[in-house]
């Protein structure tokens, strides 16, 4: 439990006493606003924390970032588009800020709530001197879920640093003056599946040794999607990264017009440099990145089954 003197708003200085706490050292004093003593307080739940003494400390001890501006979106975006959105902040102190993080959201009306959606990707700036503006610019994407309408750009900037905190908690967040309204993604999705390859009696593959893959490719939204090359990837896991091996052959996937699967079947082998072990077979559709998706981040599938053992010939 904690418990807090009554406390005058403001800003204050305070000296905290921490029982079984890294968080500070016991006796120790930071300079602290009473909007981020709530937090760093809640961090310690469970742990005793009795504050000694608080002190007033001058407002002017503390920097005050502030978002002054931010700009126009594009009238019309779909989901999973993306767009590049810039806001201006400054430290409207006379004291230096350390570093801050300008988070971007879509939200209904122009006031920071906690339904707005956070969009992907933030601007962080190192440090602010006194009296210093700057612009900060991102690129932003619509996420693939978000609902249909009308929505302004809010920004805000926090300090990163909670225990400094910004006690002027007023002027952290701006919104753009238009709107972007967001539409259904007319795009496709493409992800493909590998069964698990000949000889499927779990009989071990020899290096070197060529076998069968048949694979699906499916277009899961009813929007058309161009022609396409799904490939087979070994992998030690199940996820498709840079330690994977592409495997010769590939299985030509021809033009959607509409939701719907293709199956195809491709020879590939074992290559002669691959370790004896077990790997899994991931396919990865669209993998020469010709079809513009709703979704990029899909596309590879491990087939489903125990491992393949490979070994040596
Ligand atoms: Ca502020
Ligand atoms: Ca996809
Ligand atoms: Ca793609």
Redesign the pocket.
Known sequence: MIRLPAVTIGHNRVALAIAATHQLPQGDTMRIAPRTLTVALAMGVGVAVVPLGIAPAAADEFADLAVTAVSDPPQLRQQGEIFTVSAVVANVADVAAGPSTTRYYLSRDQTPLGGDRQLNGASSVPSFGPNQTRTVTRQVTVPTNMGYGDFFIVACVTIDDLQIGDPDGTNNCAASATTVQIVQSTRPD?KAYAAMPTPPDGRPLVIGERFTVQATTGNSRNFPAGASVTRIYLSTDQFRDGADRLLPGRLKVLAFDKRGDQHGTTTTGIPRDVAPGAYYLISCA?DL?Q???LQ?NN?CQPATGPTIQVVGG
Request: hydrophobic share 50%; glycine share 0%; aromatic share 12%.
């Open positions: 493409l669209d990145f079809v513009l998706e990029e596309n």
